[in-house]
Structures are given as C-alpha cells and as structure tokens.
C-alpha cells in the first residue's frame, strides 16, 4: 500500500496560481511514477500530468501544456503540481496517483482522496 495525501487546493481567481502537494510517505515512494489526475461534476475524470520515478521524464494532457509543471522530491516523499494561469475551466477536484511503470507504460495503483481547486472568473 502507498498512503497519497493531497493538500493545496481552495479558491482562486482567473490568472492566479495555487501548489498542490502529495504527500506519501512509507518510504517507497520513489519506486512509483506519480501523476495527477481531475474530475468536475458530471464529467470523467481526466489525466493531467505525470511524472518518471527518478523525475526525469514528465507528461503532460494538452490543456494544461506551458501552464502547469509537475515535479517530485523523492527525499520528501512528495510530488508537487505547479499551477499557473488557472482558468474557470480548471476547478475540479484534483487527485494524486501513484504507478507501477513498466517501460512507458503507468499502472495507476494508488489514489489519494483528492483536494479541491475551484477558479473563479
């Protein structure tokens, strides 16, 4: 098991930034790729970026290219995603993963509970 806990999320206008966290701590944390994920009401949840388990190769979903960054600290046992530019479409509740990665491929194991990020217009 790989405990995820997230935290940083709230409230923020358009064009503002927040950091979100994702704490696991066990100590085996750096074994896993990390990713995060969203989901709004009514909709599917959807990928958002990932990152390798050395943090040396990083993926992002096409709406949020050149906006968000995502970024690890195996030492900590956390993984980071930087948020800027947020727009109205962005709220959703935001959940950390974590994956065994075979090659290029991510299988998302563990999930945390998710932390909620809402943009105002």
């Known amino acids: 098991q790989v405990p995820l806990v997230e935290s940083g999320g709230g409230l923020v206008q358009a064009g503002g930034s927040l950091r979100l966290s994702c704490a696991a701590p066990g100590g085996t944390f750096s074994r896993y790729g990390s990713g995060w994920f969203r989901q709004s009401p009514g909709k599917e949840r959807e990928f958002v970026a990932r990152?390798?388990?050395?943090?040396?190769?990083?993926s992002y979903a096409g709406s949020v290219k050149g906006r968000f960054t995502i970024s690890r600290d195996n030492a900590k046992d956390t993984v980071y995603l930087q948020m800027d530019s947020l727009k109205p479409e962005d709220t959703a509740l935001y959940s950390c993963?974590?994956?065994?990665?075979?090659?290029?491929?991510?299988?998302?194991?563990?999930w945390g509970p998710g932390t909620q990020v809402t943009v105002s217009s």
């Open positions: 990152i390798s388990p050395d943090g040396g190769v990083v």
């Open positions: 993963a974590a994956a065994s990665v075979y090659g290029s491929a991510y299988s998302w194991d563990y």
